[in-house]
């Protein structure tokens, strides 16, 4: 059996040139086109040195507990060029071609390494699908256990693809991890004053723990937040700066990052108690963090808002620059209100939350804001709101989280608030109704917020969801204008 050691991305992996026979007896011996380059580490359980050129594999292989040994080689070299491949006797295979006639995989083809789909392994980690990979339409390998049902061809590539975004989603899990830990920690600030430091020299500064840091710094290396600068040191990345150290662009995402690492790790472990309970967990246990942290991530898109809204509703914008009074049902910290009364100097605001947190929260930054004789924030019900004093009023991304038995109500509430042909904005991300309509991108932030806050107990609504309960509260003129490619929708009814 010939075999050879093959790199990806600077990783060996075995690569086996012909199809094993299944007779093969166990341990087999794989023997390599060339010495190999390196001393088998003793002992490697899974892999035992042989002869000068061998390896003894102790087989069948039953998991991947092969690969994995694999993985224990040393690192050897860098990634080797497709010139560089040792010549082998198999004829090329064809390149595998998409639906559309595509060349498939081609993304992923980095100078200096062999294509993805050719091994099945990748950056960082090594595969059995690799090391069993088909050469010529054969399955090879060193043996299948009996066990093993041997996947149909097409079967077999798509469970490759699969893996291949699996692999993506475990490295996007860490690189989220990594970038929230170095907001929280002040990691990026400090880059971004110093320019390039050591990790040795971050840790130092901010009294962290080195080996934690030179692990920190490595990681968004290799995840491109982090650009390798001078000798051992690393400084950020270009636009890094923009998307985690300054709020004042669109592109600032540091909120995000915080969401999740901070928060949404220990949701998500409840979630499978959640599934058999159905017994939600309010995000008010996060506290004062969250709610702040919340008002940072909606920042942005209300300021937005606020501008685009003469243009969007000029009937609505023009009433609130008169003096005109926006509800705002669900205010949280009250930002959405702030921006109003700054852009519009005649405008006045009054948000309704159920959380005092958030409520004592938006007062302190409204008053630090200058705009209190405008804005007022109050915790309490929506159906106490005086009627007909609202001239316009808005879900700002709120809706969803009012529990499904409040909504009507709350709807029938805002509606008497508002005076006679005043418009309400519901701002939301609506749900997919099937599963196909969950395969659309338009779906792509829905089905993110509602996996988010589902320990919550959010309901997301749908579109004919949203339009009906907006129907039964006596509100009429409804019309659905998509908002970012589809992903928010901003829906107006009007009040006859
Ligand atoms: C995602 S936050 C949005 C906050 C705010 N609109 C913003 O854009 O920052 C949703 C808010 O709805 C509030 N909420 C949920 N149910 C409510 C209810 N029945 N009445 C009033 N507010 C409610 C929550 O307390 C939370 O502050």
């Known amino acids: 059996m010939l075999a050879s050691i093959a790199f990806e991305l600077g990783q060996p992996f075995i690569e086996i040139k012909e199809p094993l026979p299944r007779t093969e007896p166990f341990p087999a011996r794989l023997n390599f086109d060339s010495r190999l380059p ?37 690192r050897l070299a860098p990634p080797v060029s497709d010139e560089d491949e040792p010549p082998t006797e198999e004829a090329p295979e064809a390149e595998p071609v998409g639906e559309h006639g595509q060349p ?39 043996g299948w256990p009996a066990k093993v049902r041997l996947p149909p061809v097409a079967e077999y590539d798509a469970a490759l693809e699969r893996m291949r975004s699996a692999s993506a989603w475990f490295a996007g899990a860490i690189a989220i991890s990594a970038t929230g830990v ?3 920690l002040g990691l990026f600030e400090a880059l971004r004053e110093k320019g390039a430091a050591t990790p040795a020299a971050l840790a130092a500064m901010l ?7 030179g692990v920190w710094a490595m990681t968004l290396v290799h995840h491109g937040l982090l650009d390798p600068a001078g000798v051992g040191e690393v400084a950020l990345a270009a636009g890094v700066e923009l998307l985690v150290c300054d709020p004042r662009t669109p592109l600032y995402m540091a909120p995000l990052f915080e969401f999740h690492s901070r928060f949404l790790g220990r949701d998500f ?35 937005a808002f606020v501008s685009a809204m003469s243009s969007e509703l000029p009937e609505a914008g ?14 949280g910290a009250g930002g959405l209100g702030i921006r109003l009364c700054q852009q519009l100097p005649a405008a006045r605001y009054l948000g309704v939350d159920l959380d005092e947190l958030a409520v004592a929260e938006a007062k302190e930054r409204i008053a630090a804001a200058g705009v209190a004789e405008r804005a007022r924030v109050e915790a309490m019900a929506l159906e106490a709101v005086l009627n007909g004093s609202a001239d316009a009023a808005i879900f700002f991304l709120s809706l969803h989280e009012f529990p499904p038995g409040t909504r009507l109500p709350s709807l029938v509430a805002v509606r008497q ?80």
Do not use: K
């Open 38 to 74: 390196f001393d088998i580490p003793e002992p490697v359980s899974g892999l035992a040195p042989g002869r000068d050129n061998d390896v003894l594999a102790p087989l069948p292989v039953e998991s991947n507990h092969f690969e994995h040994r694999l993985a224990e080689l040393p």
């Open 104 to 142: 498939r995989h081609q993304a992923h083809h980095a100078p200096g390494t062999r294509p993805l789909h050719r091994s099945g392994a990748r950056a960082g980690c090594l595969h059995l699908a690799a090391f069993y990979r088909r050469p010529r339409g054969h399955y090879a390998g060193p």
């Open 182 to 184: 170095g907001i929280e």
């Open 207 to 213: 009294s962290l723990d080195p080996h934690a840091v």
């Open 269 to 303: 472990a409840e979630l499978p108690r959640f599934f058999r309970e159905g017994d939600p967990r309010p995000p008010a246990r996060h506290g004062l963090p969250l709610v702040r942290n919340v008002a940072a991530q909606t920042a942005a898109m209300q300021e």
């Open 318 to 331: 023009e009433a609130l620059a008169a003096g005109g009074l926006l509800l705002d049902a669900g205010c």
């Open 417 to 496: 608030a508002l005076r006679p042909g005043a418009w309400l904005l519901v701002l939301e991300e609506l749900y997919p109704a099937t599963p196909l309509e969950a395969l659309a991108e338009r779906s792509r932030a829905a089905i993110q917020f509602q996996y988010e806050e589902l320990l919550w107990g959010s309901h997301l609504l749908t579109r004919a969801g949203l339009d009906s309960l907006l129907r039964e509260a006596g509100f009429t003129e409804i019309v659905n204008r998509p908002m970012l490619g589809g992903n928010v929708d901003l829906v107006l009814a009007r009040v006859s």
